[in-house]
Protein backbone atom coordinates (compact mmCIF):
# COMPACT_ATOMS: atom_id res chain seq x y z
CA UNK A 1 0.00 0.00 0.00
CA UNK A 2 1.51 3.12 -1.12
CA UNK A 3 -0.42 5.15 1.73
CA UNK A 4 -0.08 3.49 4.83
CA UNK A 5 3.44 1.68 3.93
CA UNK A 6 2.34 -1.84 6.06
CA UNK A 7 -0.76 -3.80 4.80
CA UNK A 8 -0.71 -5.73 1.36
CA UNK A 9 -2.36 -3.57 -1.62
CA UNK A 10 -5.41 -4.88 -2.52
CA UNK A 11 -6.65 -2.16 -4.64
CA UNK A 12 -5.53 0.35 -7.89
CA UNK A 13 -6.93 3.15 -8.17
CA UNK A 14 -8.40 3.76 -11.83
CA UNK A 15 -7.49 7.65 -11.60
CA UNK A 16 -3.82 8.10 -10.26
CA UNK A 17 -2.91 4.52 -10.30
CA UNK A 18 -2.09 4.42 -6.76
CA UNK A 19 -1.81 0.74 -5.21
CA UNK A 20 -4.09 1.27 -1.88
CA UNK A 21 -4.75 -1.43 1.18
CA UNK A 22 -8.33 -1.23 2.80
CA UNK A 23 -6.88 -0.74 6.25
CA UNK A 24 -8.61 1.03 8.54
CA UNK A 25 -6.69 3.48 10.34
CA UNK A 26 -7.70 4.27 13.99
CA UNK A 27 -7.11 6.78 16.55
CA UNK A 28 -5.31 9.04 13.66
CA UNK A 29 -3.28 11.66 15.34
CA UNK A 30 -2.80 14.66 12.65
CA UNK A 31 0.00 16.66 13.02
CA UNK A 32 -0.06 20.04 11.12
CA UNK A 33 3.46 21.85 11.97
CA UNK A 34 5.12 24.92 10.91
CA UNK A 35 8.85 25.36 12.15
CA UNK A 36 9.31 28.01 10.97
CA UNK A 37 6.98 30.02 12.75
CA UNK A 38 7.35 27.74 15.67
CA UNK A 39 3.96 27.30 15.83
CA UNK A 40 2.27 23.07 16.51
CA UNK A 41 -0.53 22.46 16.58
CA UNK A 42 -2.35 19.04 17.27
CA UNK A 43 -5.80 17.86 16.21
CA UNK A 44 -6.47 14.69 18.25
CA UNK A 45 -9.17 13.03 15.68
CA UNK A 46 -10.54 10.32 18.27
CA UNK A 47 -12.70 7.48 17.16
CA UNK A 48 -12.14 8.45 13.45
CA UNK A 49 -12.00 5.66 10.96
CA UNK A 50 -10.44 6.50 7.33
CA UNK A 51 -9.92 4.12 4.34
CA UNK A 52 -6.69 4.20 2.90
CA UNK A 53 -8.24 4.70 -0.27
CA UNK A 54 -9.82 7.32 0.68
CA UNK A 55 -6.92 9.10 2.69
CA UNK A 56 -5.21 9.07 -0.55
CA UNK A 57 -8.09 11.16 -2.59
CA UNK A 58 -8.05 13.59 0.24
CA UNK A 59 -3.90 13.65 -0.06
CA UNK A 60 -4.09 14.06 -3.94
CA UNK A 61 -7.29 15.45 -4.61
CA UNK A 62 -8.14 12.66 -6.54
CA UNK A 63 -11.68 11.64 -7.69
CA UNK A 64 -11.00 7.56 -8.14
CA UNK A 65 -12.67 8.63 -11.42
CA UNK A 66 -10.95 6.79 -14.50
CA UNK A 67 -10.11 9.46 -16.88
CA UNK A 68 -11.48 8.77 -19.98
CA UNK A 69 -9.54 10.77 -22.24
CA UNK A 70 -6.04 9.71 -21.33
CA UNK A 71 -3.72 8.59 -23.73
CA UNK A 72 -3.28 5.52 -24.89
CA UNK A 73 -0.91 4.72 -27.36
CA UNK A 74 -2.04 2.50 -30.89
CA UNK A 75 0.07 -0.77 -29.65
CA UNK A 76 -1.93 -0.65 -26.38
CA UNK A 77 -5.17 0.27 -28.04
CA UNK A 78 -7.79 -2.41 -27.30
CA UNK A 79 -11.35 -3.54 -27.67
CA UNK A 80 -11.83 -2.49 -24.29
CA UNK A 81 -10.48 1.21 -25.16
CA UNK A 82 -13.01 1.23 -28.51
CA UNK A 83 -16.30 0.39 -26.52
CA UNK A 84 -14.99 3.17 -23.63
CA UNK A 85 -14.11 5.73 -26.23
CA UNK A 86 -17.90 4.80 -28.37
CA UNK A 87 -19.67 4.57 -24.88
CA UNK A 88 -17.68 8.45 -24.46
CA UNK A 89 -18.81 9.48 -27.97
CA UNK A 90 -22.11 8.59 -26.40
CA UNK A 91 -22.58 10.98 -23.41
CA UNK A 92 -21.10 13.58 -25.26
CA UNK A 93 -24.05 13.13 -27.42
CA UNK A 94 -26.08 13.05 -24.49
CA UNK A 95 -24.89 16.20 -22.97
CA UNK A 96 -25.25 17.98 -25.52
CA UNK A 97 -28.58 17.40 -26.67
CA UNK A 98 -29.52 18.07 -23.01
CA UNK A 99 -27.41 21.64 -23.37
CA UNK A 100 -29.84 22.22 -26.18
CA UNK A 101 -32.89 22.28 -24.54
CA UNK A 102 -31.53 23.91 -21.53
CA UNK A 103 -33.73 27.59 -22.08
CA UNK A 104 -30.62 29.52 -19.95
CA UNK A 105 -28.24 28.68 -23.67
CA UNK A 106 -30.68 30.31 -25.57
CA UNK A 107 -30.56 33.54 -23.73
CA UNK A 108 -28.26 36.18 -25.01
CA UNK A 109 -24.82 35.41 -24.20
CA UNK A 110 -23.35 39.05 -23.12
CA UNK A 111 -24.42 42.17 -20.82
CA UNK A 112 -23.99 45.45 -20.42
CA UNK A 113 -21.48 44.64 -17.51
CA UNK A 114 -19.79 42.12 -19.28
CA UNK A 115 -19.20 43.89 -22.40
CA UNK A 116 -17.87 47.14 -19.53
CA UNK A 117 -15.60 44.88 -18.18
CA UNK A 118 -14.07 44.10 -22.05
CA UNK A 119 -13.60 47.80 -22.89
CA UNK A 120 -12.07 48.59 -19.93
CA UNK A 121 -9.72 45.68 -19.60
CA UNK A 122 -9.02 46.96 -23.23
CA UNK A 123 -7.97 50.29 -22.27
CA UNK A 124 -5.33 48.90 -19.90
CA UNK A 125 -3.72 46.51 -22.65
CA UNK A 126 -5.57 43.09 -22.11
CA UNK A 127 -7.54 41.30 -24.48
CA UNK A 128 -9.87 39.74 -21.75
CA UNK A 129 -12.52 37.07 -23.22
CA UNK A 130 -15.44 35.60 -21.73
CA UNK A 131 -17.66 32.73 -22.12
CA UNK A 132 -20.83 31.50 -22.98
CA UNK A 133 -23.60 31.55 -20.05
CA UNK A 134 -23.47 28.12 -18.41
CA UNK A 135 -19.80 27.59 -18.61
CA UNK A 136 -18.37 26.86 -15.05
CA UNK A 137 -15.40 29.61 -15.11
CA UNK A 138 -18.35 32.29 -16.27
CA UNK A 139 -19.90 31.22 -12.93
CA UNK A 140 -17.04 31.23 -11.08
CA UNK A 141 -15.75 34.79 -11.98
CA UNK A 142 -15.96 37.40 -9.56
CA UNK A 143 -14.17 40.52 -11.57
CA UNK A 144 -15.16 43.59 -10.68
CA UNK A 145 -13.99 47.54 -12.44
CA UNK A 146 -14.89 49.71 -9.20
CA UNK A 147 -15.73 52.91 -10.98
CA UNK A 148 -14.82 55.57 -8.39
CA UNK A 149 -11.40 54.02 -7.70
CA UNK A 150 -10.87 53.23 -11.28
CA UNK A 151 -9.38 49.98 -10.87
CA UNK A 152 -9.95 45.79 -11.47
CA UNK A 153 -10.54 43.75 -8.82
CA UNK A 154 -10.04 40.48 -9.97
CA UNK A 155 -11.19 37.01 -9.48
CA UNK A 156 -7.82 34.96 -9.08
CA UNK A 157 -6.54 31.39 -9.15
CA UNK A 158 -3.35 29.82 -7.74
CA UNK A 159 -2.33 26.76 -8.56
CA UNK A 160 0.67 24.84 -7.41
CA UNK A 161 1.18 21.96 -9.35
CA UNK A 162 3.77 20.02 -7.46
CA UNK A 163 1.03 20.36 -3.88
CA UNK A 164 -1.93 19.97 -5.96
CA UNK A 165 -3.11 22.41 -4.15
CA UNK A 166 -5.26 25.69 -6.16
CA UNK A 167 -6.90 28.24 -4.22
CA UNK A 168 -9.03 30.68 -5.02
CA UNK A 169 -9.13 34.57 -4.31
CA UNK A 170 -11.69 36.98 -5.06
CA UNK A 171 -11.35 41.03 -5.59
CA UNK A 172 -7.79 41.16 -5.51
CA UNK A 173 -6.71 44.84 -6.52
CA UNK A 174 -5.03 45.62 -9.69
CA UNK A 175 -2.30 47.51 -7.93
CA UNK A 176 -1.22 44.51 -5.40
CA UNK A 177 1.83 42.65 -6.86
CA UNK A 178 2.46 39.11 -7.05
CA UNK A 179 4.61 38.60 -3.90
CA UNK A 180 1.92 40.16 -1.82
CA UNK A 181 -0.54 38.14 -2.96
CA UNK A 182 1.59 34.94 -2.77
CA UNK A 183 2.83 35.87 0.96
CA UNK A 184 -0.09 34.19 2.84
CA UNK A 185 0.72 30.72 1.05
CA UNK A 186 4.37 30.30 0.64
CA UNK A 187 6.23 32.81 2.89
CA UNK A 188 8.08 31.13 5.86
CA UNK A 189 6.56 33.62 8.18
CA UNK A 190 3.37 35.23 7.07
CA UNK A 191 1.75 31.98 5.75
CA UNK A 192 -1.28 30.46 7.73
CA UNK A 193 0.38 26.91 9.68
CA UNK A 194 -2.04 24.84 7.63
CA UNK A 195 -1.47 26.46 4.36
CA UNK A 196 2.21 26.28 5.03
CA UNK A 197 2.11 22.66 6.17
CA UNK A 198 0.21 21.56 2.47
CA UNK A 199 2.65 23.67 0.33
CA UNK A 200 5.51 22.79 2.43
CA UNK A 201 7.86 22.01 -0.56
CA UNK A 202 7.18 25.78 -1.93
CA UNK A 203 7.67 26.86 1.76
CA UNK A 204 11.24 25.37 2.29
CA UNK A 205 12.82 26.26 -1.26
CA UNK A 206 14.56 29.63 -1.43
CA UNK A 207 12.51 32.15 -3.10
CA UNK A 208 14.49 33.07 -6.05
CA UNK A 209 13.97 29.39 -7.41
CA UNK A 210 9.66 30.23 -7.02
CA UNK A 211 8.49 31.20 -10.68
CA UNK A 212 4.98 32.37 -11.06
CA UNK A 213 3.77 31.51 -14.96
CA UNK A 214 0.44 31.70 -16.47
CA UNK A 215 -1.30 29.66 -19.64
CA UNK A 216 -0.62 31.02 -23.14
CA UNK A 217 -4.38 31.15 -24.15
CA UNK A 218 -5.23 30.09 -28.22
CA UNK A 219 -2.77 27.96 -28.93
CA UNK A 220 -2.64 24.68 -30.31
CA UNK A 221 -2.88 21.36 -27.58
CA UNK A 222 0.41 19.73 -28.36
CA UNK A 223 2.02 23.49 -28.57
CA UNK A 224 1.42 24.85 -24.72
CA UNK A 225 3.41 27.54 -23.88
CA UNK A 226 3.41 30.02 -20.37
CA UNK A 227 4.44 33.26 -19.99
CA UNK A 228 6.85 33.87 -17.10
CA UNK A 229 5.75 36.35 -14.66
CA UNK A 230 7.18 39.46 -12.78
CA UNK A 231 6.21 38.93 -8.99
CA UNK A 232 7.94 42.19 -8.27
CA UNK A 233 5.26 43.89 -10.40
CA UNK A 234 1.38 44.25 -10.12
CA UNK A 235 -0.91 42.28 -11.42
CA UNK A 236 -1.96 44.77 -13.60
CA UNK A 237 1.51 45.08 -14.65
CA UNK A 238 1.59 41.81 -15.32
CA UNK A 239 -1.76 40.91 -17.14
CA UNK A 240 -1.03 43.71 -20.04
CA UNK A 241 -0.67 43.00 -23.24
CA UNK A 242 -1.79 39.20 -22.25
CA UNK A 243 -5.17 37.22 -23.69
CA UNK A 244 -6.95 36.25 -19.98
CA UNK A 245 -10.36 34.05 -20.35
CA UNK A 246 -12.50 35.16 -17.50
CA UNK A 247 -9.89 35.66 -14.95
CA UNK A 248 -6.29 34.84 -14.67
CA UNK A 249 -4.85 31.10 -13.29
CA UNK A 250 -1.06 31.77 -11.74
CA UNK A 251 0.73 28.57 -11.70
CA UNK A 252 3.17 28.76 -9.02
CA UNK A 253 6.10 26.24 -9.88
CA UNK A 254 9.88 25.31 -8.69
CA UNK A 255 12.19 25.74 -11.24
CA UNK A 256 14.24 22.53 -10.47
CA UNK A 257 10.72 20.53 -10.33
CA UNK A 258 9.05 21.37 -13.70
CA UNK A 259 9.11 19.35 -16.54
CA UNK A 260 6.54 19.74 -18.41
CA UNK A 261 5.83 23.90 -18.23
CA UNK A 262 7.81 25.12 -20.98
CA UNK A 263 8.60 28.97 -20.98
CA UNK A 264 8.05 30.97 -23.78
CA UNK A 265 11.36 31.93 -25.59
CA UNK A 266 13.45 29.27 -23.56
Known amino acids: CETCSEEEAKYRCPRCMKYSCRYLISNLNCYVSCAERGILMVLYLCHFSLLCVKKH ?23 LNLLSDYRFLEDVGRTADAAARDLSMHRPTTNKFINYLRNRARRHNINLKTLPIGFTKRRENSTIFNKKEQKFYWHLKLVFPHCHAEYTLKRVPEDKTLTDILKPYIDPVESDPVVCQRLKVYTMSPQSDVQILMKIENRKQNSIRYNELDASRSLLENLKNKVIIEYPTLFVVLKKLKKDMVVLGQ
Do not use: H
Not at 57 to 79: H, P, Q, W, Y
Open 57 to 79: KLALSCNGIRDKTSFISVNEFTD
